[in-house]
């Protein structure tokens, strides 16, 4: 046995508050990997509805989550949709209730857009954390419950805090390295289970020996 199915959206028998976001998640605008979890005793059925805020399809932003991530409950993701214009005197957005305010309506450009939020594999996101718009986190970072994650955050680093500041890194910069040039979330599940035991107790000669 190599794992549970990536495709089976409850893998934990008798525990449905975790589950596999994949087959959970249809959005054209939303991509994430395997094995990537979302734990919420209200249900990981709601992720979309309940973590993923102001996402229009008509801005384009996409969120895309890589594989093995962990993410608990009450993450949160703020999509460009929730930009206001900011530069006139009022920040207040008179043009989307119509009904004679149309002739404020931002022109293309005038609101801020920072791009698609990018998390990376194995990545943990801790309890309540924020995600802003545009934000790209590193494979293997670690953020911490109840931070805010305002600006990128680089592979392997652990961040916490509003705003989110660089705590430590996990292991020294040759093993970040090292980590990255390896990337075992890509190898196929079963060379993945025969190397757990080396990912887990972070065994990097017997990872590469085993590239």
């Known amino acids: 046995m190599h794992g549970p ?10 525990f449905p508050q975790v589950g596999f976001l994949k087959p ?5 605008n939303v991509v994430v990997g395997d094995y990537t979890y ?8 709601h992720f979309l509805a309940r973590c993923v805020l102001y996402h229009y399809p008509f801005v384009g932003d996409k969120l895309v989550i890589g594989k093995f991530c962990a993410l608990a409950r009450g993450v949160r993701f703020v999509m460009n949709g929730a930009n206001h214009r900011i530069a006139g005197f009022s920040t207040y957005p008179f043009y989307i209730f119509g009904t004679g305010w149309e002739s404020a309506a931002p022109q293309p450009g005038d609101l801020p857009y920072k791009g698609d939020t990018v998390i990376g594999h194995d990545v943990w996101l801790g309890y309540d954390s924020m995600i802003m718009p545009g934000v790209q ?3 293997g970072a670690i953020v911490a419950a109840c931070s805010v994650v305002t600006k990128d955050v680089p592979p392997y680093a652990v961040v916490g805090g509003n705003p989110a500041q660089l705590i430590r890194y996990r292991f020294p910069q040759d093993v970040v390295s090292r980590l990255l040039q390896i990337a075992w979330w890509d190898w196929p599940v079963e060379k993945v289970t025969k ?3 080396s990912i887990v107790g972070a065994d ?5 020996s085993a590239t």
């Open 5 to 14: 199915s990536p495709d089976q959206a409850y893998p934990l028998p008798g």
């Open 24 to 28: 959970l998640v249809s959005a054209p």
């Open 137 to 139: 986190i590193g494979h």
């Open 38 to 45: 979302y734990d919420d005793p209200d249900g990981p059925e």
């Open 204 to 208: 990097i000669a017997a990872l590469e």
């Open 195 to 197: 190397n757990l035991k």
